[in-house]
């Protein structure tokens, strides 16, 4: 099946301790972006990925980095986390950078 | 980057057609039109795409009219389970200077 798989859907952990959440694409895609959605924020961009070791910062990249050293996977990686990063996060990825496909979301709770 | 304005709420009822439109005055000629639906606590899923005219699948139909300045998603039949947030994008290819942009969107509210 088609999809863009997140580990893990859930995680409470504390200010300061490095994290990492892990996105996945069985599509083949080049295109690849992590979202958080804040209540009242909607959806807003964190990084995006054209292509094997190509990324770039999207609207709220702060506190966050990716790498893309392989084309199926993108993870995020918060290096100290901090209460305002808590929110809904969502890994994207598309063929053609038009359409997206979605992960299930990562719900980071950090206290 | 072209803005998209929404109706930020609609209800209907079970059985209707629905119509959300979506406006975009500043659509660059290489922008395409792009609809997600989103339950709660889910990762928005695309619906439709188009670039001009109307596109069907088999879920939705998508209405462009030449100027391109709007569009509207048209769900025939809805149901309950159609109860959800629609948003409306506009853009082309993901890049430095095209940020794929999601906005409020609309909630839609299906009564029986």
């Known amino acids: 099946e088609a999809q863009v798989t997140q580990n893990p859907r859930y995680l409470i952990t504390v200010t300061g301790k490095k994290l990492t959440v892990t996105c996945s694409q069985n599509?083949?895609?080049?295109?690849m972006s992590w979202y958080r959605q804040d209540p009242g924020l909607g959806l807003r961009q964190i990084y995006y990925s054209m292509n094997v070791e190509v990324t770039d910062k999207g609207d709220v990249p702060e506190g966050y980095k990716v790498s893309r050293k392989e084309k199926r996977n993108f993870p995020l990686i918060l290096e100290s986390p901090s209460p305002n990063q808590t929110s809904l996060y969502f890994c994207?990825?598309?063929?053609?950078?038009?359409?997206?496909?979605f992960g299930s979301g990562t719900r980071l709770t950090v206290v | 980057l072209a803005k998209t304005t929404q109706p930020i709420s609609m209800d209907s009822y079970e059985g209707q057609e629905v119509n959300i439109t979506c406006s975009h005055n500043n659509i660059a000629t290489n922008d395409y039109i792009t609809w997600y639906q989103q339950f709660p606590s889910q990762g928005p899923r695309f619906i439709i795409q188009?670039?001009?005219t109307k596109v069907t699948n088999e879920v939705a139909s998508l209405f462009i009219p030449a100027d391109r300045k709007s569009s509207t998603l048209s769900l025939p039949r809805v149901s309950l389970s159609d109860t959800a947030v629609y948003y409306c994008l506009v853009g082309d290819k993901q890049n430095r200077d095209d940020k794929i942009i999601f906005g409020k969107g609309t909630r839609l509210h299906i009564l029986p």
């Open positions: 188009g670039y001009k």
């Open positions: 599509m083949n895609h080049e295109y």
């Open positions: 994207a990825s598309s063929r053609t950078g038009r359409g997206y496909t």
